[in-house]
């Protein structure tokens, strides 16, 4: 028998202590895999008794690629952009990516676009950073401070913003210095 803990590290430590003895004196026909993105937050204890195989994540291209190869299958419609920015918004899950395009695609009755991922989402139009990083660039305090304000007021989360901010100028960057990266 082949059991599998996904999100081990969500396990009390009462759960954790019973799996211990388990993992101490496993029965011979008994195999466990355990899954977490989060190994930190596994004990020593349990580290310990496990080979360890770590998983890299799945690349932009990769994710983009294979949601496209889903939709075609499933015949869902959706937009390179929207796919891209669902890639981007998983951070390498799959499965997450994966959830994404099933939650949003099951709303918009298989036409799935790129403003519909950011209205679902919560996300923010690139054309908001272009504003944003406009009003750095030129010094425009007021009216940085006035985006800024805009944007938590609809509710968006302050860490999401500077991470897609980042996200923005690493595009500008590679759209700069490196040819046909556009």
Do not use: W
Not at 31 to 57: G, N, W, Y
Not at 83 to 100: E, H, K, N, T, V
Not at 152 to 174: T, V
């Amino acid at each position: 028998k082949v059991y599998i803990i996904d999100e081990v590290h969500m396990l009390t430590t009462e759960a954790f202590n019973a799996l211990l003895k388990t993992l101490e004196e496993p029965p011979p026909h008994v195999m466990f895999i355990l899954a977490t993105t989060e190994p930190h937050k596994l004990p020593a204890t349990i580290i310990s008794r496990c080979q360890r195989f770590d998983f890299r994540r799945v690349s932009l291209e990769e994710q983009s690629g294979r949601l496209t190869e889903i939709c075609q299958k499933e015949g869902i419609t959706a937009d390179a952009d929207a796919l891209q920015y669902i890639a981007r918004l998983s951070d390498g899950g799959m499965r997450d990516a994966l959830s994404i395009l099933d939650q949003i695609s099951s709303f918009t009755d298989g036409n799935v676009t790129y403003q519909q991922v950011l209205g679902m989402t919560g996300g923010i139009p690139s054309e908001q950073f272009a504003c944003l990083a406009t009003a750095i660039l030129e010094g425009d305090m007021g009216l940085l401070l006035e985006l800024v304000e805009q944007l938590m007021h609809e509710g968006k989360s302050a860490d999401k913003c500077l991470e897609n901010l980042l996200y923005y100028f690493r595009d500008l960057l590679m759209i700069k210095m490196v040819p046909g990266a556009d």
